[in-house]
Nanobody, 120 residues
């Protein structure tokens, strides 16, 4: 069984910072991409930031220069440092990990989500 456990969400004022963490546990291995998506009420889920195993990153245009994704492959953990937060960043943030388990194929696993609320 694979679990992705997120932490670090909360309520912050505009201009503030939060750091999200997501740790993968269980029999998952050969993790390639890890990243973060978000979903605001009434909107579709969108990719916020992604990192491959070798460190190649990509970002949603609206968060470039404000958010930074990093990961620790030995700990199967991905982080999202969010600075200069804006009210429009308010959403549930989900982490993902693309990996495999013994006897199976590569698939995407998801965390349960953590709420980020930015007040104006």
């Amino acid at each position: 069984q694979v679990q992705l456990v997120e932490s670090g969400g909360g309520l912050v004022q505009a201009g503030g910072s939060l750091r999200l963490s997501c740790a993968a546990s269980g029999s998952i291995f050969n993790i390639n991409a890890m990243g973060w998506y978000r979903q605001a009420p009434g909107k579709q889920r969108e990719m916020v930031a992604s990192s491959t195993r070798d460190g190649t990153t990509s970002y949603l245009d609206s968060v470039k220069g404000r958010f930074t994704i990093s990961r620790d492959n030995t700990k199967k953990t991905v982080y999202l440092q969010m600075d200069s937060l804006k009210p429009e960043d308010t959403a549930v943030y989900y982490c993902n990990a693309d990996g495999t388990v013994p006897g199976s194929y590569v698939r995407r696993y998801w965390g349960q989500g953590t709420q980020v609320t930015v007040s104006s």
